[in-house]
């Protein structure tokens, strides 16, 4: 079983993403990542390979140990032991591209900057992460793309373009600009198939493009 959290951290006026991930039982690392404007600021590993094979009872202690890496970053962000650089709130975004995504993915999204014209911008703060399986969970956050200021009560919508049947989930961004959406990915069926991400705020709109790719099938054993 996978365990994992994710909270925003507001250091100094700045909202950060903090990320736990159990990497699953094959290399048996918890993974925490502090990402801001879809950067990595800092990492933290550790193994729990001592808890394996896993019951009941270690996957208790597992958990424990998930909140608890997870909870010390955070203290650690907000007390000042766990100092990281930031760009002030009104600083010009960076322009940085996205990790790529895990092996086992079913899909390929390329670092995509939003177009120049678009007024807001949408980054994916688990662009490595956000497939498992069939099922999809976008974390986002939308800010102002020349004030570099979060941007709240804006709509964000996702869709699948070449997918077997219609796929779309929409939400809008909180206070502190992030938002996440949930969905199950459809069987791809075209060679141009793409994960479509927009923010609408008025006549203010960014947009995020990745080029999906079909998982190659395993030849059945004759």
């Known amino acids: 079983m996978l365990f994992g959290h994710n909270t925003n951290v507001t250091v100094n006026g700045v909202v950060i993403h903090v990320q736990t991930e159990d990497r699953g039982l094959n290399s048996a690392v918890l993974d925490t990542t502090v990402y801001y404007r879809g950067r990595v600021l800092h990492r933290r590993t550790s193994k729990y390979s001592d808890l394996l094979p896993l019951d009941a009872n270690r996957e208790q202690i597992l958990k424990v140990r998930v909140h608890a890496q997870h909870a010390a970053v955070i203290d650690e962000l907000r007390s000042g032991k766990l100092s990281v650089e930031v760009a002030p709130v009104g600083a010009a975004p960076v322009d940085t591209a996205q990790p790529a995504p895990p092996a086992v993915a079913a899909v390929v999204p390329p670092a995509t900057t939003p177009a120049v014209q678009h007024a807001l911008t949408v980054d994916l703060l688990n662009p490595r992460t956000w497939l498992a399986g069939k099922h999809a969970t976008l974390y986002l956050v939308v800010r102002d793309r020349m004030l570099g200021t979060v941007s709240s009560g804006v709509r964000l919508s996702a869709r699948i373009e070449g997918g077997a049947e219609k796929t779309e989930a929409s939400t809008m961004t909180g206070a502190d600009g992030h938002a996440h959406l949930q969905f ?39």
Do not use: H, N, W, Y
């Open 184 to 222: 199950e990915m459809p069987r791809l069926t075209s060679e141009d198939a793409a994960l479509v991400i927009e923010a609408v705020a008025g006549e203010a709109r960014g947009q995020l493009r990745f080029q999906l790719r079909a998982k190659p099938k395993v030849p059945a054993a004759g």
